[in-house]
């Protein structure tokens, strides 16, 4: 029996794929850059405030991320907050705030 994989993130939501690609090129985030395009929408954010719209590309930490944690700020093309967790230059997380519905 084989598991099925979640989806890449370019397949579920391309429109976001390409501006998180683009907005993290203009930051110089080519290492990130790099991970876009096997980013995995593991699991969405359960936290109920219709505003967000993030979700986990890794498994949730049981508490604080810590050593090795930063934050990534964005600027969207579109309107809203993008914001990414990254642990050891992995993106954890995608932050999408404010924003009209993704895809």
């Not at 969207?76 to 404010?98: K, Q, S, T, Y």
């Amino acid at each position: 029996m084989t598991l099925e994989q979640p989806p890449l993130l370019a397949n579920k939501w391309p429109r976001l794929a390409a501006e998180l690609a683009t907005a993290l090129h203009e930051a110089d985030e080519s290492d990130l850059v790099d991970q876009v395009d096997s980013l995995r929408v593991l699991q969405e954010c359960r936290c109920g405030d219709d505003f967000c719209q993030s979700f986990y590309t890794q498994p949730p930490p049981a508490g604080a991320y810590g050593p090795g944690h930063r934050n990534v700020g964005l600027s969207p093309h579109r309107a809203g907050i993008l914001v990414l967790d990254v642990v050891d230059n992995m993106i954890m997380f995608v932050e999408v705030l404010d924003r009209p519905p993704v895809n």
